[in-house]
């Protein structure tokens, strides 16, 4: 079973990083930002792995140059090879169906002008590769020429499941990695990789996509701050069981509708839409503190969570947007998942947070004069966010949209949500009406 872990994990890798920097002359300055294109492509007993670098980045490398720092091609295929091996083919580990692909072999390595298009897809990249060449004569200064490196791997059948940790980071500050996955007899794939990933699944199985999504939505729980917050303000006046269902679990339906929806196109594409949602998650932290102050209205608190569900489930799509390339062709369960990771952290949160406050309320403080003030150091960090976030959605040149077909759709798909929120909202309502845990049953 592969190890999957985050950035810093490969210890020998950094190691020849700062070993590279520190060795003097012959070491190359750390390249700010690198792309790295890549395909994978299983055929028969074989796969295939094509790789597009900056020569700039395979650092501690002297490459063979002529006159004012041109790369000497006519003696730089051993060098090149050289760092393919160092710098590609000691970071890039390959599984088939959990078992590391161990032997690689170079099959061809070639140097391309910076202006070559070749590695926009597979077969024009492959025919590159095993094209003739540059010619030696030809000037290209080493620090902008591209290495292109294909390499081949023995594997058992082309239908295993495969899997790629890149490790391409420690070639510059930033790398962003596009790959691009060719199995046999199915869609191609494409992934954008920041960094280092950590084991990346080329084709998932359901439940593997499920697991790394119920991973991503507890992760993401617990490391959203204003999401804690606003979960904070709702607790804090409710600690019996049955009126904290009633509000977690509005609030649960409510951000997984807007989830889901996102992920399926609803949401606008417009540049000022993220900061708006994000302005208005302040905003909503800052309503539930201030209502919290001057007394919560408990019957209609489920209302407001539900309200204010559909904005923060707008705001888990953001942070979910660039991880749906992982899910594979498991969108939908994906994204259940992730909702389900969700709601574990927010669980494992309220166990927390319940027992914390009744001791805190019991013994330290009275309740009234701790929801006060618990509330108002809440209120004070969402205004500051509400504000902050206010400003750079103010940055933003709004204008009407252009009465066109685009816009008849979009407007038909909020519409059905509009629909679908409604009755969710109706059938919330008569379930509450029936099992109100509250006395004034006529508010819900």
Known sequence: ???VAGPGRRVPALLTLVLAVSSGAAAHEIPADIAVRVFVKPEGQRLRLLVRAPLAAMRDIEFPQRGPGYLDLARADASL????????AGSVRLYEDDRRLESSRIVAVRVSLPSDRSFADYEQALVHLTDAPLPTDTEIYWSQAL?????????????????????LAIL?????????????????????????????????????????FVDLGFRHILGGIDHLLFLLCLVIPLRR?????AVVTSFTIAHSITLVASAFGVAPGALWFPPLIE????????????????????????????????VHGFGFSFALRQSLQLA????????????????????????????????LFRFVVAERVGTI???????HTGWHWMVERGDRLRQFRFAWPALDAALLASAMRWAMLGLVLLGVAWLMSGLLRRFAPYRDRSAV
Do not use: C, K
């Open 373 to 379: 003030i618990l509330s108002a150091l809440v209120a």
């Open 172 to 212: 510059g500050v930033r790398v962003v990695t596009v790959l691009g996955f060719l199995p046999p007899g199915g869609s191609p794939r494409l992934f954008e990789l920041a960094g280092d990933p950590g084991l990346v699944r080329l084709d998932p199985r359901w439940h593997q996509a499920a697991l790394r």
């Open 241 to 245: 069981i049955l009126p904290l269902a």
């Open 147 to 167: 290495l292109d490196v294909l390499f081949e791997y023995p594997v058992h059948s082309d239908r295993s499941q495969f899997s790629i940790d890149p490790g």
């Open 81 to 88: 090879r050289h760092a393919a091996m160092l710098w590609i």
């Open 279 to 310: 302005a208005l998650i302040a905003l909503s932290i800052v309503t539930m503190a201030l209502e919290n102050i001057v007394g919560p209205r408990l019957p209609r608190r489920w209302l407001i969570a539900f309200a204010f569900g559909l």
């Open 328 to 359: 594979g062709s498991h969108l939908l369960t994906s994204l259940l998942s992730f909702n389900v990771g969700v709601e574990l952290g927010q669980l494992l949160v309220l166990a927390l947070l319940v027992p914390m406050l009744e001791v």
């Open 1 to 3: 079973m592969p190890h």
